[in-house]
Protein backbone atom coordinates (compact mmCIF):
# COMPACT_ATOMS: atom_id res chain seq x y z
CA UNK A 1 0.00 0.00 0.00
CA UNK A 2 1.59 3.46 -0.88
CA UNK A 3 1.65 6.15 2.08
CA UNK A 4 -0.21 8.28 -0.10
CA UNK A 5 -3.44 5.59 0.11
CA UNK A 6 -2.44 4.88 3.67
CA UNK A 7 -2.76 8.45 4.84
CA UNK A 8 -6.25 8.93 2.62
CA UNK A 9 -7.63 5.56 4.85
CA UNK A 10 -6.16 7.15 7.74
CA UNK A 11 -8.01 10.41 7.62
CA UNK A 12 -10.95 8.46 6.27
CA UNK A 13 -10.87 6.19 9.52
CA UNK A 14 -9.68 7.66 12.23
CA UNK A 15 -10.01 5.25 14.65
CA UNK A 16 -7.40 3.19 12.81
CA UNK A 17 -3.90 2.55 13.65
CA UNK A 18 -1.01 0.92 12.39
CA UNK A 19 0.14 -2.62 13.34
CA UNK A 20 3.30 -3.90 14.20
CA UNK A 21 4.44 -6.23 11.05
CA UNK A 22 7.04 -7.52 9.73
CA UNK A 23 6.35 -7.25 6.44
CA UNK A 24 2.82 -5.75 4.53
CA UNK A 25 1.35 -2.73 5.40
CA UNK A 26 -0.84 -4.08 8.57
CA UNK A 27 -3.94 -1.96 10.21
CA UNK A 28 -5.65 -2.51 13.36
CA UNK A 29 -9.42 -2.05 13.15
CA UNK A 30 -12.43 -1.47 15.45
CA UNK A 31 -15.31 -3.59 14.70
CA UNK A 32 -17.65 -0.69 14.03
CA UNK A 33 -15.79 0.60 11.07
CA UNK A 34 -14.54 -2.62 9.75
CA UNK A 35 -17.12 -3.23 7.05
CA UNK A 36 -17.20 0.01 5.87
CA UNK A 37 -13.59 -0.16 5.50
CA UNK A 38 -13.54 -3.16 3.63
CA UNK A 39 -15.84 -1.47 1.33
CA UNK A 40 -13.73 1.12 0.71
CA UNK A 41 -10.75 -1.21 -0.02
CA UNK A 42 -12.40 -3.03 -2.30
CA UNK A 43 -14.03 0.07 -4.10
CA UNK A 44 -11.78 2.62 -4.02
CA UNK A 45 -8.48 1.62 -3.26
CA UNK A 46 -8.46 -1.62 -5.51
CA UNK A 47 -8.04 -4.27 -3.23
CA UNK A 48 -10.21 -6.86 -5.38
CA UNK A 49 -8.94 -9.99 -3.84
CA UNK A 50 -9.50 -11.51 -0.44
CA UNK A 51 -6.55 -13.97 0.03
CA UNK A 52 -6.98 -15.30 3.96
CA UNK A 53 -9.20 -14.85 6.42
CA UNK A 54 -7.81 -16.50 10.16
CA UNK A 55 -7.67 -15.59 13.97
CA UNK A 56 -5.67 -15.67 16.48
CA UNK A 57 -6.37 -16.77 20.14
CA UNK A 58 -4.70 -14.38 22.51
CA UNK A 59 -4.49 -17.35 25.06
CA UNK A 60 -5.27 -15.17 28.92
CA UNK A 61 -4.70 -11.99 27.59
CA UNK A 62 -8.35 -9.73 26.49
CA UNK A 63 -9.41 -9.27 23.94
CA UNK A 64 -9.12 -13.37 23.33
CA UNK A 65 -9.53 -13.49 19.92
CA UNK A 66 -8.47 -11.31 16.66
CA UNK A 67 -9.93 -11.78 13.48
CA UNK A 68 -6.58 -11.37 10.51
CA UNK A 69 -7.73 -10.64 6.97
CA UNK A 70 -5.39 -10.20 4.46
CA UNK A 71 -6.17 -8.47 1.18
CA UNK A 72 -4.41 -8.25 -2.03
CA UNK A 73 -4.82 -5.86 -5.18
CA UNK A 74 -3.76 -7.91 -8.27
CA UNK A 75 -3.38 -4.16 -10.10
CA UNK A 76 -0.85 -2.77 -6.96
CA UNK A 77 0.55 -6.13 -6.42
CA UNK A 78 0.17 -5.02 -2.67
CA UNK A 79 -0.91 -6.99 0.46
CA UNK A 80 -2.60 -5.74 3.36
CA UNK A 81 -3.36 -7.27 6.56
CA UNK A 82 -6.26 -6.37 9.11
CA UNK A 83 -6.41 -7.01 12.64
CA UNK A 84 -9.45 -6.90 14.00
CA UNK A 85 -10.30 -7.63 17.82
CA UNK A 86 -13.80 -9.78 18.71
CA UNK A 87 -15.20 -7.52 22.35
CA UNK A 88 -16.82 -10.78 23.33
CA UNK A 89 -14.24 -13.07 25.14
CA UNK A 90 -16.53 -15.75 25.84
CA UNK A 91 -18.87 -15.82 22.48
CA UNK A 92 -16.52 -13.79 19.65
CA UNK A 93 -18.48 -12.23 17.16
CA UNK A 94 -17.07 -10.28 13.64
CA UNK A 95 -19.24 -9.07 11.03
CA UNK A 96 -18.91 -11.67 7.90
CA UNK A 97 -17.33 -10.05 4.59
CA UNK A 98 -19.21 -13.08 2.68
CA UNK A 99 -21.67 -9.94 0.92
CA UNK A 100 -18.32 -8.24 -0.31
CA UNK A 101 -15.87 -11.19 -1.06
CA UNK A 102 -17.50 -14.26 -2.05
CA UNK A 103 -14.40 -16.46 -0.91
CA UNK A 104 -15.26 -14.94 2.46
CA UNK A 105 -17.92 -17.81 2.72
CA UNK A 106 -15.18 -20.68 3.42
CA UNK A 107 -12.41 -18.81 4.85
CA UNK A 108 -15.15 -17.62 7.62
CA UNK A 109 -16.92 -21.41 8.22
CA UNK A 110 -13.18 -22.83 8.90
CA UNK A 111 -12.58 -19.75 11.01
CA UNK A 112 -15.74 -20.74 12.78
CA UNK A 113 -14.65 -24.27 13.01
CA UNK A 114 -11.69 -23.95 14.57
CA UNK A 115 -11.41 -20.87 16.49
CA UNK A 116 -15.59 -20.51 17.47
CA UNK A 117 -15.70 -16.87 16.18
CA UNK A 118 -19.41 -16.39 14.89
CA UNK A 119 -19.78 -14.21 11.66
CA UNK A 120 -22.85 -12.17 11.89
CA UNK A 121 -24.62 -12.23 8.59
CA UNK A 122 -23.09 -15.21 7.12
CA UNK A 123 -25.18 -17.42 4.68
CA UNK A 124 -24.14 -20.84 6.12
CA UNK A 125 -22.69 -20.40 9.56
CA UNK A 126 -21.44 -24.14 10.03
CA UNK A 127 -18.63 -26.39 10.25
CA UNK A 128 -16.56 -27.26 7.25
CA UNK A 129 -13.59 -29.49 8.67
CA UNK A 130 -14.90 -31.03 10.93
CA UNK A 131 -18.12 -33.32 11.37
CA UNK A 132 -21.47 -30.97 11.55
CA UNK A 133 -21.79 -31.85 15.87
CA UNK A 134 -18.42 -31.97 16.95
CA UNK A 135 -18.53 -29.84 20.47
CA UNK A 136 -14.90 -28.21 20.22
CA UNK A 137 -13.09 -25.81 18.56
CA UNK A 138 -9.33 -27.23 17.91
CA UNK A 139 -7.10 -24.26 17.30
CA UNK A 140 -8.30 -22.45 20.58
CA UNK A 141 -5.32 -22.56 22.95
CA UNK A 142 -6.98 -24.17 25.70
CA UNK A 143 -7.75 -27.30 23.68
CA UNK A 144 -5.22 -30.04 24.14
CA UNK A 145 -2.92 -31.36 20.95
CA UNK A 146 -3.81 -34.78 21.63
CA UNK A 147 -8.19 -34.13 21.15
CA UNK A 148 -10.71 -34.87 23.63
CA UNK A 149 -13.07 -38.13 23.28
CA UNK A 150 -15.76 -37.54 21.60
CA UNK A 151 -19.15 -39.55 20.64
CA UNK A 152 -18.46 -41.41 16.90
CA UNK A 153 -20.39 -39.33 14.59
CA UNK A 154 -22.03 -42.48 12.84
CA UNK A 155 -24.53 -43.19 15.55
CA UNK A 156 -25.61 -46.36 13.75
CA UNK A 157 -21.74 -47.81 13.84
CA UNK A 158 -21.41 -46.60 17.44
CA UNK A 159 -24.45 -48.42 18.81
CA UNK A 160 -22.82 -51.63 17.00
CA UNK A 161 -19.46 -51.61 18.02
CA UNK A 162 -19.18 -48.97 20.75
CA UNK A 163 -16.50 -46.83 19.80
CA UNK A 164 -15.57 -43.10 20.32
CA UNK A 165 -13.24 -40.79 18.44
CA UNK A 166 -10.33 -41.19 21.04
CA UNK A 167 -7.64 -38.82 21.66
CA UNK A 168 -3.99 -39.36 19.57
CA UNK A 169 -1.42 -41.30 22.27
CA UNK A 170 0.86 -38.99 22.89
CA UNK A 171 2.65 -41.54 24.97
CA UNK A 172 2.55 -44.94 25.07
CA UNK A 173 1.29 -45.67 21.42
CA UNK A 174 2.89 -47.61 19.14
CA UNK A 175 5.34 -45.18 17.65
CA UNK A 176 6.07 -43.05 20.79
CA UNK A 177 9.16 -43.77 23.32
CA UNK A 178 8.39 -43.29 26.81
CA UNK A 179 10.60 -41.05 28.81
CA UNK A 180 11.99 -43.13 31.75
CA UNK A 181 14.48 -45.99 30.69
CA UNK A 182 17.32 -46.57 28.88
CA UNK A 183 16.72 -45.96 24.67
CA UNK A 184 17.80 -49.35 24.06
CA UNK A 185 14.62 -50.34 26.05
CA UNK A 186 12.22 -47.92 25.31
CA UNK A 187 12.78 -46.62 21.47
CA UNK A 188 10.01 -48.43 19.53
CA UNK A 189 12.53 -51.09 17.61
CA UNK A 190 12.91 -51.93 20.95
CA UNK A 191 9.66 -53.73 20.50
CA UNK A 192 10.23 -55.24 16.97
CA UNK A 193 11.28 -58.76 18.37
CA UNK A 194 12.02 -60.05 14.84
CA UNK A 195 15.74 -59.41 15.46
CA UNK A 196 18.25 -57.45 17.48
CA UNK A 197 21.93 -56.66 18.15
CA UNK A 198 22.17 -60.86 19.91
CA UNK A 199 19.60 -61.97 16.94
CA UNK A 200 20.87 -61.69 13.50
CA UNK A 201 17.79 -59.23 11.26
CA UNK A 202 16.66 -62.73 9.75
CA UNK A 203 17.10 -61.69 5.43
CA UNK A 204 15.54 -63.78 2.51
CA UNK A 205 17.47 -66.35 0.56
CA UNK B 1 -38.06 -78.83 -32.12
CA UNK B 2 -37.13 -75.37 -31.69
CA UNK B 3 -40.14 -72.91 -31.16
CA UNK B 4 -39.86 -68.99 -32.29
CA UNK B 5 -40.78 -66.50 -30.45
CA UNK B 6 -41.58 -63.16 -31.72
CA UNK B 7 -41.23 -59.72 -29.85
CA UNK B 8 -42.32 -56.54 -30.72
CA UNK B 9 -40.08 -53.36 -29.76
CA UNK B 10 -42.58 -51.10 -30.88
CA UNK B 11 -41.60 -47.33 -31.56
CA UNK B 12 -39.31 -46.71 -28.65
CA UNK B 13 -39.46 -42.74 -29.39
CA UNK B 14 -43.45 -42.78 -28.72
CA UNK B 15 -43.37 -44.32 -25.48
CA UNK B 16 -40.50 -42.60 -24.21
CA UNK B 17 -42.48 -39.19 -25.51
CA UNK B 18 -45.94 -40.86 -23.62
CA UNK B 19 -43.93 -40.93 -20.56
CA UNK B 20 -42.44 -37.16 -20.38
CA UNK B 21 -44.92 -35.53 -18.49
CA UNK B 22 -44.35 -37.98 -15.97
CA UNK B 23 -40.79 -37.80 -15.36
CA UNK B 24 -40.73 -33.71 -16.07
CA UNK B 25 -40.89 -31.96 -12.12
CA UNK B 26 -38.82 -34.38 -9.76
CA UNK B 27 -35.26 -33.97 -9.00
CA UNK B 28 -33.18 -36.39 -7.56
CA UNK B 29 -30.61 -36.28 -5.18
CA UNK B 30 -27.22 -38.04 -6.06
CA UNK B 31 -24.15 -38.20 -3.66
CA UNK B 32 -20.34 -38.26 -5.40
CA UNK B 33 -17.40 -39.22 -3.26
CA UNK B 34 -15.92 -39.21 -0.89
CA UNK B 35 -14.37 -42.01 -2.38
CA UNK B 36 -14.67 -41.55 -6.09
CA UNK B 37 -12.05 -41.58 -8.53
CA UNK B 38 -13.20 -38.64 -10.16
CA UNK B 39 -12.70 -36.36 -6.99
CA UNK B 40 -8.96 -36.95 -7.25
CA UNK B 41 -9.27 -37.68 -3.98
CA UNK B 42 -11.88 -37.46 -0.99
CA UNK B 43 -14.06 -34.57 -1.69
CA UNK B 44 -17.71 -35.30 -1.49
CA UNK B 45 -20.42 -33.49 -3.75
CA UNK B 46 -24.03 -33.37 -2.22
CA UNK B 47 -26.13 -32.83 -6.11
CA UNK B 48 -29.65 -32.12 -6.90
CA UNK B 49 -30.29 -33.54 -10.39
CA UNK B 50 -32.86 -32.64 -12.64
CA UNK B 51 -33.02 -35.19 -15.03
CA UNK B 52 -28.77 -35.28 -16.55
CA UNK B 53 -29.09 -31.72 -15.55
CA UNK B 54 -27.17 -30.77 -12.11
CA UNK B 55 -29.30 -27.72 -10.30
CA UNK B 56 -27.28 -27.95 -6.81
CA UNK B 57 -24.19 -28.49 -5.76
CA UNK B 58 -22.67 -28.81 -2.34
CA UNK B 59 -19.19 -29.74 -2.04
CA UNK B 60 -18.49 -30.87 1.19
CA UNK B 61 -14.47 -31.01 2.45
CA UNK B 62 -12.29 -31.96 5.57
CA UNK B 63 -12.31 -35.86 5.03
CA UNK B 64 -8.50 -35.52 5.39
CA UNK B 65 -8.00 -33.00 7.43
CA UNK B 66 -5.25 -33.56 10.13
CA UNK B 67 -4.61 -30.60 12.24
CA UNK B 68 -1.83 -29.73 11.06
CA UNK B 69 -1.76 -25.97 11.99
CA UNK B 70 -2.56 -27.31 15.62
CA UNK B 71 0.56 -29.50 15.35
CA UNK B 72 2.70 -26.56 13.63
CA UNK B 73 1.72 -24.45 17.08
CA UNK B 74 3.22 -27.54 18.65
CA UNK B 75 6.84 -28.41 17.81
CA UNK B 76 9.73 -26.16 16.19
CA UNK B 77 9.97 -24.53 12.52
CA UNK B 78 12.54 -27.37 11.61
CA UNK B 79 10.25 -30.00 13.02
CA UNK B 80 7.18 -29.14 10.65
CA UNK B 81 8.58 -29.07 7.44
CA UNK B 82 7.78 -32.66 6.69
CA UNK B 83 3.84 -31.57 7.69
CA UNK B 84 4.67 -29.56 4.65
CA UNK B 85 5.37 -32.44 2.09
CA UNK B 86 1.59 -33.45 3.18
CA UNK B 87 0.12 -30.51 1.88
CA UNK B 88 0.23 -30.71 -1.64
CA UNK B 89 1.80 -33.91 -1.83
CA UNK B 90 1.91 -34.09 -5.73
CA UNK B 91 4.73 -31.09 -5.35
CA UNK B 92 6.14 -31.44 -2.13
CA UNK B 93 9.31 -29.71 -2.74
CA UNK B 94 7.55 -26.30 -3.08
CA UNK B 95 5.50 -26.15 -0.35
CA UNK B 96 8.84 -26.81 1.22
CA UNK B 97 10.48 -24.32 -0.28
CA UNK B 98 7.53 -21.69 0.48
CA UNK B 99 7.33 -22.60 3.97
CA UNK B 100 10.95 -22.02 4.59
CA UNK B 101 10.82 -18.74 2.81
CA UNK B 102 7.76 -17.50 4.63
CA UNK B 103 10.35 -18.61 8.25
CA UNK B 104 12.96 -16.46 6.68
CA UNK B 105 11.09 -13.64 5.57
CA UNK B 106 10.14 -13.43 9.38
CA UNK B 107 13.82 -13.62 10.32
CA UNK B 108 14.84 -11.66 7.94
CA UNK B 109 17.10 -13.78 6.49
CA UNK B 110 18.90 -14.05 2.83
CA UNK B 111 19.66 -17.08 1.74
CA UNK B 112 22.89 -17.40 -0.70
CA UNK B 113 22.61 -16.72 -4.13
CA UNK B 114 23.23 -21.01 -5.01
CA UNK B 115 20.59 -22.06 -2.03
CA UNK B 116 18.21 -19.38 -4.14
CA UNK B 117 19.03 -21.16 -7.39
CA UNK B 118 18.74 -25.00 -5.71
CA UNK B 119 15.08 -24.07 -4.61
CA UNK B 120 14.07 -22.56 -7.89
CA UNK B 121 15.05 -25.75 -9.72
CA UNK B 122 13.10 -27.36 -7.15
CA UNK B 123 9.79 -25.70 -7.13
CA UNK B 124 10.43 -25.78 -11.34
CA UNK B 125 10.88 -29.67 -11.28
CA UNK B 126 7.78 -29.72 -8.68
CA UNK B 127 5.77 -27.67 -11.65
CA UNK B 128 6.35 -29.88 -14.13
CA UNK B 129 5.69 -32.70 -12.30
CA UNK B 130 2.37 -31.65 -10.93
CA UNK B 131 1.48 -30.32 -14.31
CA UNK B 132 2.59 -33.50 -15.80
CA UNK B 133 0.02 -35.50 -13.63
CA UNK B 134 -2.43 -32.58 -14.10
CA UNK B 135 -2.25 -33.03 -18.29
CA UNK B 136 -2.07 -36.66 -17.94
CA UNK B 137 -5.06 -37.26 -15.70
CA UNK B 138 -7.22 -34.67 -17.50
CA UNK B 139 -6.79 -36.89 -20.49
CA UNK B 140 -7.76 -39.55 -19.09
CA UNK B 141 -10.96 -37.81 -16.39
CA UNK B 142 -11.89 -36.97 -20.64
CA UNK B 143 -11.96 -40.10 -21.44
CA UNK B 144 -7.99 -40.50 -23.53
CA UNK B 145 -6.14 -43.27 -21.41
CA UNK B 146 -2.77 -42.68 -23.56
CA UNK B 147 -1.74 -39.29 -22.35
CA UNK B 148 -1.38 -40.29 -18.83
CA UNK B 149 1.02 -43.49 -19.66
CA UNK B 150 2.98 -40.60 -21.78
CA UNK B 151 2.92 -38.00 -18.44
CA UNK B 152 3.42 -40.02 -16.32
CA UNK B 153 6.35 -42.18 -17.22
CA UNK B 154 8.15 -38.81 -17.39
CA UNK B 155 7.38 -38.07 -13.97
CA UNK B 156 8.67 -41.24 -12.76
CA UNK B 157 11.94 -40.11 -14.12
CA UNK B 158 11.42 -36.82 -11.82
CA UNK B 159 11.23 -38.98 -9.12
CA UNK B 160 13.89 -40.53 -9.66
CA UNK B 161 15.73 -37.36 -9.76
CA UNK B 162 14.37 -36.18 -6.40
CA UNK B 163 15.17 -39.54 -4.59
CA UNK B 164 18.75 -38.60 -5.79
CA UNK B 165 18.51 -34.60 -4.38
CA UNK B 166 16.19 -35.20 -1.25
CA UNK B 167 16.62 -38.86 -0.49
CA UNK B 168 12.79 -39.77 -0.81
CA UNK B 169 10.65 -40.04 -3.83
CA UNK B 170 7.02 -38.43 -2.40
CA UNK B 171 7.87 -37.11 0.87
CA UNK B 172 11.06 -35.18 0.19
CA UNK B 173 11.37 -32.57 3.33
CA UNK B 174 14.34 -30.60 2.07
CA UNK B 175 14.45 -27.36 3.23
CA UNK B 176 15.71 -26.14 6.74
CA UNK B 177 14.97 -22.83 7.74
CA UNK B 178 17.91 -20.79 6.16
CA UNK B 179 19.03 -23.52 3.60
CA UNK B 180 18.55 -26.53 2.40
CA UNK B 181 19.17 -30.18 3.99
CA UNK B 182 22.14 -30.95 1.42
CA UNK B 183 23.95 -29.67 -1.87
CA UNK B 184 23.00 -30.98 -4.86
CA UNK B 185 24.78 -34.47 -5.88
CA UNK B 186 27.36 -34.55 -8.22
CA UNK B 187 26.40 -34.59 -11.78
CA UNK B 188 22.90 -33.89 -10.70
CA UNK B 189 22.20 -30.91 -13.00
CA UNK B 190 23.26 -33.04 -16.09
CA UNK B 191 20.88 -35.40 -15.53
CA UNK B 192 17.99 -32.72 -14.81
CA UNK B 193 19.28 -31.36 -18.39
CA UNK B 194 18.83 -34.67 -19.99
CA UNK B 195 15.43 -34.83 -18.14
CA UNK B 196 14.67 -31.31 -19.68
CA UNK B 197 15.65 -32.53 -23.31
CA UNK B 198 13.64 -35.75 -22.80
CA UNK B 199 10.65 -34.12 -21.47
CA UNK B 200 9.43 -31.70 -24.44
CA UNK B 201 9.23 -34.51 -27.07
CA UNK B 202 6.59 -35.65 -24.42
CA UNK B 203 4.47 -32.88 -24.62
CA UNK B 204 4.41 -32.93 -28.12
CA UNK B 205 3.13 -35.93 -28.01
CA UNK B 206 0.41 -34.70 -25.55
CA UNK B 207 -0.39 -31.81 -27.43
CA UNK B 208 -0.71 -33.98 -30.68
CA UNK B 209 -3.27 -36.47 -28.31
CA UNK B 210 -5.30 -33.85 -26.81
CA UNK B 211 -4.98 -30.04 -27.78
CA UNK B 212 -6.94 -30.90 -31.51
CA UNK B 213 -8.85 -33.83 -30.56
CA UNK B 214 -12.11 -33.54 -31.38
CA UNK B 215 -13.38 -35.63 -28.81
CA UNK B 216 -11.26 -33.65 -26.26
CA UNK B 217 -12.47 -30.39 -27.03
CA UNK B 218 -16.05 -31.45 -27.22
CA UNK B 219 -15.95 -32.06 -23.38
CA UNK B 220 -13.83 -29.31 -22.68
CA UNK B 221 -14.42 -26.26 -24.41
CA UNK B 222 -17.06 -23.89 -22.76
CA UNK B 223 -17.52 -26.16 -19.85
CA UNK B 224 -17.04 -24.91 -16.80
CA UNK B 225 -16.35 -21.31 -17.65
CA UNK B 226 -15.20 -19.11 -14.80
CA UNK B 227 -15.88 -15.17 -15.23
CA UNK B 228 -12.76 -12.48 -14.35
CA UNK B 229 -15.28 -11.09 -11.74
CA UNK B 230 -15.67 -14.63 -9.86
CA UNK B 231 -12.21 -15.58 -10.10
CA UNK B 232 -10.76 -12.85 -8.17
CA UNK B 233 -14.39 -13.18 -5.68
CA UNK B 234 -14.00 -16.47 -4.72
CA UNK B 235 -9.81 -16.07 -4.56
CA UNK B 236 -8.78 -18.57 -7.02
CA UNK B 237 -4.92 -18.78 -7.79
CA UNK B 238 -2.36 -20.34 -10.46
CA UNK B 239 -2.87 -21.58 -13.81
CA UNK B 240 -7.21 -21.37 -12.75
CA UNK B 241 -6.83 -17.98 -12.44
CA UNK B 242 -4.56 -17.05 -15.34
CA UNK B 243 -7.22 -19.05 -17.80
CA UNK B 244 -9.59 -16.40 -16.74
CA UNK B 245 -7.55 -13.88 -18.53
CA UNK B 246 -6.18 -12.25 -15.17
CA UNK B 247 -2.26 -12.04 -15.56
CA UNK B 248 -1.19 -12.66 -12.00
CA UNK B 249 1.53 -14.59 -11.29
CA UNK B 250 3.80 -14.03 -7.90
CA UNK B 251 7.08 -15.11 -9.51
CA UNK B 252 6.28 -12.05 -12.18
CA UNK B 253 4.71 -9.60 -9.77
CA UNK B 254 6.21 -10.13 -6.59
CA UNK B 255 9.51 -12.49 -7.56
CA UNK B 256 10.88 -14.02 -4.95
CA UNK B 257 14.06 -16.13 -5.34
CA UNK B 258 15.27 -14.11 -7.88
CA UNK B 259 12.82 -14.98 -10.54
CA UNK B 260 13.49 -11.50 -12.11
CA UNK B 261 16.57 -13.13 -13.42
CA UNK B 262 15.09 -15.65 -15.30
CA UNK B 263 13.05 -14.89 -18.81
CA UNK B 264 10.04 -16.60 -18.86
CA UNK B 265 6.05 -15.78 -20.61
CA UNK B 266 2.91 -16.60 -18.04
CA UNK B 267 0.82 -17.93 -20.66
CA UNK B 268 -2.73 -16.32 -20.12
CA UNK B 269 -6.33 -17.60 -21.26
CA UNK B 270 -9.07 -15.95 -23.09
CA UNK B 271 -12.37 -17.40 -21.88
CA UNK B 272 -11.56 -19.24 -18.40
CA UNK B 273 -13.04 -22.39 -19.51
CA UNK B 274 -11.79 -26.31 -18.67
CA UNK B 275 -9.80 -26.01 -22.06
CA UNK B 276 -8.16 -22.76 -21.42
CA UNK B 277 -6.78 -24.79 -17.72
CA UNK B 278 -5.10 -27.61 -19.57
CA UNK B 279 -3.54 -24.74 -22.27
CA UNK B 280 -2.29 -22.81 -19.48
CA UNK B 281 -0.92 -26.21 -17.61
CA UNK B 282 0.68 -27.86 -21.01
CA UNK B 283 2.01 -24.15 -21.63
CA UNK B 284 3.76 -23.83 -17.98
CA UNK B 285 5.38 -27.44 -18.23
CA UNK B 286 7.16 -25.84 -21.34
CA UNK B 287 8.23 -22.28 -19.30
CA UNK B 288 9.47 -24.37 -16.58
CA UNK B 289 11.64 -26.23 -18.53
CA UNK B 290 12.73 -22.89 -19.72
CA UNK B 291 13.54 -21.40 -16.53
CA UNK B 292 15.15 -24.83 -15.33
CA UNK B 293 17.94 -24.16 -18.33
CA UNK B 294 18.39 -20.98 -17.65
CA UNK B 295 18.90 -21.89 -14.20
CA UNK B 296 21.80 -24.43 -14.82
CA UNK B 297 23.77 -21.89 -17.00
CA UNK B 298 24.19 -20.18 -14.55
CA UNK B 299 24.31 -21.80 -11.56
CA UNK B 300 26.15 -19.87 -8.60
CA UNK B 301 28.76 -21.57 -6.95
CA UNK B 302 28.65 -20.48 -2.87
CA UNK B 303 27.37 -22.21 0.18
CA UNK B 304 24.05 -24.02 0.43
CA UNK B 305 22.88 -22.48 3.88
CA UNK B 306 22.34 -19.09 5.11
CA UNK B 307 26.21 -19.55 7.07
CA UNK B 308 25.94 -16.24 9.23
CA UNK B 309 22.75 -17.25 10.41
CA UNK B 310 23.76 -19.36 13.78
CA UNK B 311 21.28 -19.50 15.49
CA UNK B 312 18.98 -20.35 12.65
CA UNK B 313 20.77 -23.29 10.32
CA UNK B 314 22.15 -26.10 12.10
CA UNK B 315 26.26 -26.15 11.84
CA UNK B 316 28.11 -28.88 9.88
CA UNK B 317 28.19 -31.90 11.34
CA UNK B 318 31.75 -32.38 10.68
CA UNK B 319 32.35 -29.49 12.99
CA UNK B 320 29.81 -30.36 15.43
CA UNK B 321 31.65 -33.27 16.51
CA UNK B 322 35.42 -31.10 16.76
CA UNK B 323 33.88 -27.52 17.65
CA UNK B 324 32.50 -26.99 21.13
CA UNK B 325 31.03 -23.86 20.00
CA UNK B 326 29.81 -25.60 17.01
CA UNK B 327 28.59 -28.43 19.47
CA UNK B 328 26.49 -26.09 21.78
CA UNK B 329 25.10 -24.54 18.59
CA UNK B 330 23.63 -27.83 17.28
CA UNK B 331 21.89 -28.53 20.81
CA UNK B 332 20.28 -25.87 20.66
CA UNK B 333 18.87 -25.65 17.45
CA UNK B 334 17.84 -29.28 17.92
CA UNK B 335 16.35 -28.58 21.33
CA UNK B 336 15.17 -25.44 21.23
CA UNK B 337 14.39 -25.26 17.67
CA UNK B 338 15.81 -22.11 15.11
CA UNK B 339 15.12 -18.73 17.07
CA UNK B 340 12.98 -16.48 15.00
CA UNK B 341 11.98 -13.01 16.34
CA UNK B 342 8.65 -12.28 17.41
CA UNK B 343 6.69 -10.65 14.64
CA UNK B 344 3.30 -11.47 12.13
CA UNK B 345 4.50 -12.75 8.48
CA UNK B 346 2.40 -13.64 5.36
CA UNK B 347 4.06 -15.45 2.71
CA UNK B 348 3.02 -16.44 -0.50
CA UNK B 349 4.34 -18.57 -3.37
CA UNK B 350 3.41 -19.42 -6.71
CA UNK B 351 2.72 -23.16 -6.57
CA UNK B 352 1.72 -25.28 -8.95
CA UNK B 353 -1.93 -25.49 -7.70
CA UNK B 354 -1.92 -21.92 -6.92
CA UNK B 355 -1.04 -19.47 -4.45
CA UNK B 356 -0.05 -20.96 -1.30
CA UNK B 357 0.35 -18.87 1.70
CA UNK B 358 1.28 -19.23 5.38
CA UNK B 359 1.02 -16.35 7.77
CA UNK B 360 3.20 -16.86 10.75
CA UNK B 361 2.46 -15.11 14.00
CA UNK B 362 5.67 -15.19 16.38
CA UNK B 363 6.47 -14.49 19.87
CA UNK B 364 9.91 -15.35 19.61
CA UNK B 365 11.95 -18.86 20.23
CA UNK B 366 11.77 -21.93 18.14
CA UNK B 367 7.93 -22.35 18.08
CA UNK B 368 4.97 -20.57 16.16
CA UNK B 369 2.17 -18.92 18.15
CA UNK B 370 -0.03 -19.12 14.98
CA UNK B 371 0.32 -20.93 11.89
CA UNK B 372 -2.28 -20.46 8.82
CA UNK B 373 -1.79 -22.44 5.93
CA UNK B 374 -3.79 -20.92 2.92
CA UNK B 375 -4.38 -23.81 -0.10
CA UNK B 376 -4.92 -22.69 -3.09
CA UNK B 377 -6.99 -25.96 -3.18
CA UNK B 378 -9.29 -24.81 -0.64
CA UNK B 379 -9.70 -21.49 -2.36
CA UNK B 380 -9.78 -22.85 -5.61
CA UNK B 381 -12.74 -25.32 -4.74
CA UNK B 382 -15.12 -23.04 -2.99
CA UNK B 383 -16.19 -21.89 -6.08
CA UNK B 384 -17.93 -25.28 -7.06
CA UNK B 385 -21.69 -24.80 -5.38
CA UNK B 386 -21.39 -21.75 -8.23
CA UNK B 387 -19.85 -23.17 -10.95
CA UNK B 388 -21.34 -26.94 -11.30
CA UNK B 389 -24.84 -26.02 -11.75
CA UNK B 390 -25.84 -26.27 -14.93
CA UNK B 391 -23.99 -28.33 -16.01
CA UNK B 392 -24.29 -32.04 -17.02
CA UNK B 393 -23.39 -34.76 -14.63
CA UNK B 394 -20.86 -35.91 -16.98
CA UNK B 395 -19.26 -32.42 -16.88
CA UNK B 396 -18.41 -32.81 -13.14
CA UNK B 397 -15.36 -35.40 -13.89
CA UNK B 398 -13.80 -33.26 -16.81
CA UNK B 399 -14.55 -29.67 -14.31
CA UNK B 400 -13.50 -31.31 -10.96
CA UNK B 401 -10.18 -32.16 -13.32
CA UNK B 402 -9.60 -29.07 -15.22
CA UNK B 403 -9.41 -27.19 -11.52
CA UNK B 404 -6.82 -29.49 -10.81
CA UNK B 405 -7.12 -29.63 -6.65
CA UNK B 406 -5.16 -31.76 -3.52
CA UNK B 407 -7.42 -32.78 -1.25
CA UNK B 408 -4.03 -32.38 1.05
CA UNK B 409 -3.60 -28.84 1.01
CA UNK B 410 -7.60 -27.87 0.93
CA UNK B 411 -8.61 -29.97 4.57
CA UNK B 412 -4.77 -29.47 5.63
Given at each position: ????D?????????????R?S??????????????E???????????D??V???????D????R????YH??S????????????????????????A??????????????D????????HP??K?I?MW?????HP?????P?????V?L???D?????G??V?????M?G??V???D?P????????H?????????????? | ???T????I?D???????????????TM??????S??????????????DG???????P?I?Y?H????K?????????F???????????P????????????K?AN???????Q???????E?A???S???????????????????Y??????????????L???????S???I????R?????????V??F???????L?Q???L????????D?????G?????D???Y?I???N??????D???????????????????????????Y?R?????E???????I?R?????????SY???????I???????????M??????F????????I??G???F??????????????S?G????N?L???GP??C???I????????Y?T???V??????F???????
Amino acid sequence: MTNSDLALIKERFETLTERESSDHVALNCPVDVFVELCTALRDEFGYDMLVDVTALDNDVQSPRFTGIYHFLSISKHEYLRVAVDCANDIEPTLPTLAGLYASANWHERETYDMMGIRYEGHPDMKRILMWDDYPYHPLRKDFPLAGIEVPLPADDVAEVTGASVLPAPMMGGPFVSSADGPMSQTEPSAHDESWNEKKIKPCGN
Amino acid sequence: MATTKEISIGDTGARASEGEGELSGETMMINVGPSHPTTHGVLRLKMELDGDIIKKCEPVIGYLHRGAEKIAENMTYNQFVPYTDRLDYIAPLSNNVAYAMAVEKLANLEVPERCQAIRVLCCELARVSSHLLGVGVYGMDAGAWTVFMYTFTEREKLYTLFEELTGARFTTSYTRIGGVARDIPEGWLGRVLDFCKGVLPVLDQVDKLLTRNRIFMDRTVGIGTISKEDALAYGITGPNLRACGIDHDLRKDKPYLGYEKYDFDVPIGTTGDCYDRYLMRAEEIRQSVAIIRQCIDQFPEGSYYAEDAKKIFAPQKAKVLTSMEELIQNFMITTEGPQIPAGEVYFEAENPKGVLGFFINSRGGGVPNRLKIRGPSFCNLSILDKLIPGHYLTDITVILGSLDFVMGECDR
